[in-house]
């Protein structure tokens, strides 16, 4: 049997990481900026994540949702402390797909309505609602396609009022996110976000955040919809709550009431996904990574800012869009082939994105720049 072949691949093969650094199978060491879609928030193989997932595998692995898991509530409790979301609930999934699929659920249970509001150049996922509310034709199966999904031009405030008055009866949510990643981070202004937390109130929908890519302090706060001063109904969470352990969940507002059999999960919450998550915490926590992201963010925009060939910079912390005035995938492939560097694409093609660990320092901030740097002066010179 052959692999499903939906990945063009790189013809590398990793075999150890620590921190920032990947070795491939030949020896050869790469500077991962990217972290496999910005899941590695705390560096590969931390020794404490190492620590915590070992202890508790020699313990105990798996069980389902049928039983007391005191792991679950320290989770939520840490979580809801160190993210200033104390009195919400938490339900644990397995991905941010999942997440989004949750909480689009229980906005439909709560409001009894079926339609959404999403924005262009999102992306929330690839699984039903999920991509269903996603902005991209090209992955979305006829058996996903729905007329209850409303897009709508992203920072839009006015053509946002204006669905508002025309479906606001109808809505049952509005989904955005933190800061929109595979569509080229790009960043909803602080009145767009607010129009938002507004309209909803008014016509009596959720808002929900997706923070699956901009949460767990990536852009310097825990969630990047701090940074305006909102609090949504719902936020979903993923990639970096992990640290490469497959783990997603849902921060539910405490106007949401549960009943049982509401939401289920199989592998959601197990003892291991939790274990994981509790070490990102402590890790974030204890090494002051939130901090690190603001600076290290700051510092690496200071210095792409006016480099020769670079159009625009936008991001928050270490959630960083890079735009060139041309496609950037040749400089993505000499990047990782002549300076091995990790660095990600989005549908922008002009947009090179740094996800990198929020462990980063200056001294691996500056080899991508040196490397960055020449590849652009290449170009100006030629």
Not at 103 to 130: D, M, P
Not at 261 to 270: D, S
Request: hydrophobic share 40%; glycine share 10%; aromatic share 8%.
């Amino acid at each position: 049997m052959n692999l499903f072949d939906v990945y063009p691949l790189f013809n590398i093969e990793p075999v150890r990481a620590a921190g920032l650094t990947v070795w491939d199978k030949e020896g050869k060491k790469y500077l991962d900026l990217y972290g496999g879609h910005a899941v590695i928030s705390i560096g590969h193989s931390h020794p404490h994540y190492v620590k915590r997932i070992a202890r508790q595998l020699y313990d105990i692995g798996f069980y389902s949702n049928a039983v007391q898991m005191p792991l679950q509530q320290e989770l939520a409790e840490k979580l809801g402390r160190l993210s200033g979301y104390k009195e919400y609930s938490l339900f644990l999934c397995n991905s941010g797909a999942e997440a989004n699929e949750n909480a689009l659920k229980l906005a439909s249970f709560q409001t009894g309505r079926k339609k959404v509001i999403s924005f262009s150049a999102s992306f929330h996922g690839r699984t039903s609602a999920a991509v269903a509310a996603t902005d991209d034709p090209s992955i979305v199966a006829p058996i996903n396609q729905t007329e209850n999904i409303i897009f709508v031009p992203f920072n839009d405030v006015v053509a946002f009022d204006e669905t508002l008055q025309q479906h606001g009866q109808e809505l049952a949510a509005v989904i955005v996110e933190g800061i929109q990643g595979v569509g080229g981070v790009n960043i909803p202004t602080t009145d767009f976000l607010k129009a938002l937390d507004s309209g909803c109130k008014k016509v009596g929908a959720l808002l929900i955040l997706d923070e699956v890519q901009s949460g767990y302090g990536r852009s310097g706060k825990f969630f990047a919809h701090q940074h305006a001063g909102i609090k949504p109904d719902l936020i979903t969470v993923a990639k970096g709550m992990g640290n490469g352990f497959p783990v997603g969940g849902v921060l539910i507002s405490p106007e949401i009431e549960a009943r049982h059999g509401m939401l289920g999960t199989t592998f959601g919450g197990n003892y291991l996904a939790c274990a994981a998550s509790i070490a990102v915490l402590e890790v974030i926590e204890k090494e002051e990574l939130l901090e690190n992201a603001t600076i290290m963010g700051h510092y690496l925009k200071e210095k792409l800012e006016g480099m020769p060939g670079v159009k625009a910079v936008r991001g928050q912390g270490l959630m960083i869009g890079i735009e060139l005035h041309e496609p950037c995938a040749g400089i993505r492939k000499e990047l990782l082939n002549q300076h091995c560097i990790f660095t990600g694409s989005s549908s922008n093609k002009n947009t090179l994105r740094l996800l990198p660990a929020l462990t980063i320092s200056k001294a691996e901030a500056d080899q991508f720049i040196k490397a960055f740097s020449s590849i652009l002066a290449k170009k100006v010179v030629a």
